[in-house]
């Protein structure tokens, strides 16, 4: 007894110099910065789940830029967010992966109307396991060995909205239905499809170049479903409406542009 | 407020309700008997083996769900089991009773332990010296005394399988009318702002779990009071 009485002593002392030791680095590494800038800006980003890897990059290429501006990611789905601002949330800057949520905050007003823009694009794609060969095409999906199927929920998650669009004017919709396993977000659909739960799934170009797991069989032709567009705006809630705005202006320079390519996402041309 | 109550499908709640109950019977059964073992066990691995029958309940659920969809998926050691005896329970309604038995079970085990070790052992041991068969001793003496723990442990875990989303939603999936429970149903709802038919779930998994819970609690204040007249005889 007494042994453990002084190991979690021992412990919680490791702690706390621990935690001071950190607090004195983090003092020491913020006091030279005080003296030389002005006013530090903090940016609430409201973005997508897709763009976190790419915007998490960029992150550190803008503190090096703006070093003033500090800026702050709440990534979720689009749904979430939308509700989010809606409810009040303290975000200055709007990045959806689907029309539709941009356009109902729009519709109650609160965008700063003039700053929408069409950010990014992307390509809607078809998955499988990286050693599968059953499913070579669209057609293979009706085939009797091709098992489950995976699509985001389509009146939740944009991509699975693309992908009920794109397999209905295909003439597939009907015919899969009974294979469909709907996901709540596209992260769960490469999920199934990675494990092998499902035999094959429809995401973004985007999320298909993250996962080593699964390969890529074709893009879904563009006629096939609406233009997949990720569009941003600035919150009229936002007290930093310059600072945002910079941001976005730099989210659309071809610095940045280039960096979304990298992570399979497509520049579209304003 | 003004929706077509026919439009709603009522299947979520069937799967919940199904859902919720089987994993509550399941639980109840493999509770105890964890809980039975674990109170009784003096060696060393007591402190690892009570980590690991709590640890569902530290887990973030969609952690717990990506790992039984690791462990009961296709190449999954006990997926590949089931597929050799021709059935798969991924993206099917067991689906939806193994994620709530596995949320729902820590809660029991932690309960009926915790009332089990309540128990003044000298009435177990007076018992031995008389001859009683252990068997004997678990139903007529550590259940009946720990009765309360095990009714407080049955209604946590029925709420906490009803109420279970994540593990549900990762290895049951969304298929409407098979795997799709209330909360999922009011995750789904919310996501795409339907907000109407979200109030209308909500309100219909609140009203089920406080009558559960309520009538658990009026039922367990009988017991007791059964047991305390017994007693007095």
Redesign the interface.
Known sequence: MKKVSWLLVLSFSLLIILSSVGCNANNAAQSPEKTTQVEPVEIMVSAAASLQNSLTELQKDYAQKKPEVKLTFNFG?S??L??QIEQGAPADLFISAGKSQMD?LGQKDLLVKESRIDLLGNDLVLVTGKEDKKVTSLEDLAKADVG?I?IG?P???PAGKYAQEALTSLKLWDQLTPK?????DVT?VL??VE???VDAGLVYQSDAQGSDKVKVVMALPESSHKPIVYPAAIISATKNQQAAEDFLNYLQSSDAQKVFTQYGFKSIAK | MSFDLMEIDFAPLIISLRAATMATIVTFFLGIAAAYFVSGYQGKFKGLIDGVLTLPLVLPPTVLG?LL??LF????PLGKFLTAIGTTV??SWPATVIAASVVAFPLMYRTVRSSFEQIDQNIIYAARTLGVSEWKIFWKITIPLSWPGVAAGTVLAFARALGDFGAT??IG????GKTLTIP?AI??A?????MNKALLWVILIFIISLIVMTLMNYWTDYQRKLIISAGRK
């Open positions: 789905s749904g979430t939308q509700q109902a489950k995976s929920t009146e939740s998650v469909f396993v709907l996901a709540k769960q999920n199934y494990t092998g739960n | 990506f969809l690791v998926g296709k190449n999954g991924i993206f939603l990762m999936g969304n298929i409407p999922a995750f789904f919310a996501e795409s702002g339907d």
